[in-house]
């Protein structure tokens, strides 16, 4: 193990999907640095989601693959190959079983390749990717909370928006899949419940157009809040969870960015078919679970209870 230790590997991590499952590989690239303390951390990664690998402790360089744009298709295949700096790489560890991605690593040439496979619904999925490590070594893993680095500063494109000494609630309801929302009308009173009650100001955090129409029936049915759809980068929304008082979020990227920036959470699912792999652990992150009894005066109660 030690002759191991001590020459430098190149490790290159795959996951090409989307935010949230970008984030949970963290405790795996962790715990490579811990095992590898010479090693290179290479995170291959969707175009949208650069980001959300490049604040990653422990990720030594991110590489794009670009699958919309100019590596879309073979003739795209085999340019990610041509380009790719790290040829013959010693180890590839692909989060999720992905064809694509595993006949890159045959055609880099690498000399190990641990591939994910079909998913356990009942094991978190940061523990399962974190067990791909198992294909490569007999040392003990360490599951650990993800760490993404922010300080809480507020951006300098939304210093016109933000202001120091303001208390703020970040609130993130949408995804991309409809019923995993929160229902508007519980949203519109959740925010109200938190204005009349508090001194904290209403962040809404959101990108796309279901985000944006969201916010705008918000804004219809008289709320009072922040609009922050489409404003920031991942970079930037991280910084914002980091200096917010408390994060209430439904089961999609944000929720996770939350706890990797160690923001108190409140985490509201709606499907409990999602629990097993996408629930925060409370062992490693300050939050609290919402899987029944998902009213706003049960939300805001609990997120006051959290901020303390």
């Known amino acids: 193990m030690k002759n191991m230790q001590d020459k430098e590997k190149i ?7 989307c935010f949230g499952d970008v984030l949970i590989c963290n405790s ?7 095992l590898y303390p010479n090693s290179k951390t290479v995170f291959i990664v969707n175009k949208p989601f650069y980001e959300a690998a490049k604040g990653q402790d422990c990720v030594d360089e991110v590489i794009i693959y670009d699958k919309k744009g100019e590596h879309k298709g073979i003739k795209g295949f085999f340019k990610f ?14 989060a999720y079983k992905n064809t694509r991605n595993f006949w890159t690593s045959v055609f880099l040439g690498s000399k190990k390749i641990s591939n994910g496979k079909k998913f356990d619904l009942n094991t978190p999925s940061q523990t399962q990717v974190l067990n791909l490590l198992n294909k490569i ?4 893993l360490v599951d650990c909370p993800i760490k993404f680095k922010a300080e809480g500063k507020i ?20 995804t991309k899949n409809p019923p995993k929302d929160m229902p508007l009308k519980d949203a519109v009173r959740l925010i109200d419940l938190i204005n009349k009650n508090t001194k904290y100001k209403v962040v809404f955090t959101g990108a ?19 609009d922050l759809t489409d404003k920031t980068s991942i970079l930037e929304l991280a910084e914002i969870l980091k200096l917010s008082k408390c994060l209430i979020s439904v089961d999609t990227g944000t929720m996770h960015l939350g706890y990797a920036v160690s923001v108190p959470l409140i985490a509201v699912f709606y499907e409990d ?10 062992k490693f992150y300050n939050s609290i679970l919402i899987k029944e009894n998902q009213t706003p005066e049960n939300i805001f109660q609990n997120a006051m209870k959290i901020i303390g």
């Open 11 to 17: 490790f290159l991590i795959f996951n090409t999907s």
């Open 28 to 34: 795996l690239c962790q715990n490579i640095k811990r």
């Open 81 to 94: 190959i041509k380009d790719f700096k790290y040829k013959h790489p010693d180890i590839s560890i692909i």
């Open 137 to 140: 070594t007999k040392e003990k």
């Open 155 to 174: 951006p300098n494109s939304l210093d016109n928006m933000l202001f120091e000494g303001e208390k703020y609630i970040s609130l993130c309801t949408t």
């Open 208 to 226: 796309g157009a279901v985000s944006k129409e969201y916010a705008e029936n918000l804004k219809k049915q008289g709320a009072d809040f922040i």
């Open 273 to 282: 078919i999602t629990l097993g792999r996408w629930a925060p652990n409370p």
